[in-house]
């Protein structure tokens, strides 16, 4: 872990764009709450196929009008060259300068042909017809991407995104830490110069989050799901579990060395804020 403390520590906070106007009103209360903690950049989730393009620029662009630092993300599979181009020369215009880099996963039954096929050819893209316009975060897996066919080709492959020239990586969310250490080290050894945040998920319903992990290949330890299980439909004490838990994990981070905190936050304030207050950041 000795590289990753070079990097000063950023800390972040991920929405989707909502679908409604309440929803969007509620984003903004959410954002008030999490910008007292001077978050490095608030980032925007983008639908891949451009599901979301309208709403995730929307919200973008409201948020950089407010003056808070924000990171779209832009999935490239479904896409064409034309169509990131334009996006990616929209947010240019406004003074957007960091973007988070992603393949994604078409929603099920939309297919679409596209000109990428990979992140990695995303982040060569923005690096050939934008230079180092934009700062470039990727996605990266320590338990590994689900659909990877091994643990060392999802690595050469990660190390592929890295070499087409981004800046910094967040991490899918986890619970094993040692999974996280092992990824790092493995960076290290393979002179992967860059730093790679922790992404955090709170814990807020268990159906959901063992949703959230069947699809994304991020394993709940027993342990951990055997007493999120034993809680039943009783929400209070899941979330004190789950607070105590995903506290002790970003302790452990920190104290380990990581480059920051990334919160997938699912539009909520409430679990981030006493995440961070009870780590005394
Ligand atoms: P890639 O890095 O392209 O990897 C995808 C798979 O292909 C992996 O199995 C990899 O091993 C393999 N692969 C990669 N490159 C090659 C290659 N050159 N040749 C052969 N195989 C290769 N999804 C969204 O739709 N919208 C979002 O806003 C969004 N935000 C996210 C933010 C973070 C921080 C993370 C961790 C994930 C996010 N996702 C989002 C989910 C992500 O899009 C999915 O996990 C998707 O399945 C993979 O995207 P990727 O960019 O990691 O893909």
Redesign the pocket.
Known sequence: MQSQKKFTPTFSF?FFPPQTPEGMEKLRATRIQLAQFNPKFF?V????GGSTRERTLETVLEIQAEGYPVAP?L?CIGSTRDNIRSILEKYHSHGISRI??????LPSGMAQAGEF?????LVAFIRKEFGDTFWI?????PEY?????SAL??FT??R??VEAGSNAA???FFYNVDAYLHFVEMCEAADLNIPIVP?IMPISKFSQLARFSDG?GAEIPRWIRRKLESFGDDIPSIQAFGLDVVTALCARLLEAGAPGL?FYTLNSAVLPTKIWQRLGL
């Open positions: 991920e980032s989730t983008f639908g891949a993300h999935s988070v880099a992603l393949r994604g996963d096929r990979y992140a990695n050819e975060e990727v996605a990266a897996y991407h689900p659909q990877a066919r080709e999802d492959n990660f592929r995104k967040i991490t899918q992404g994304c990334h």
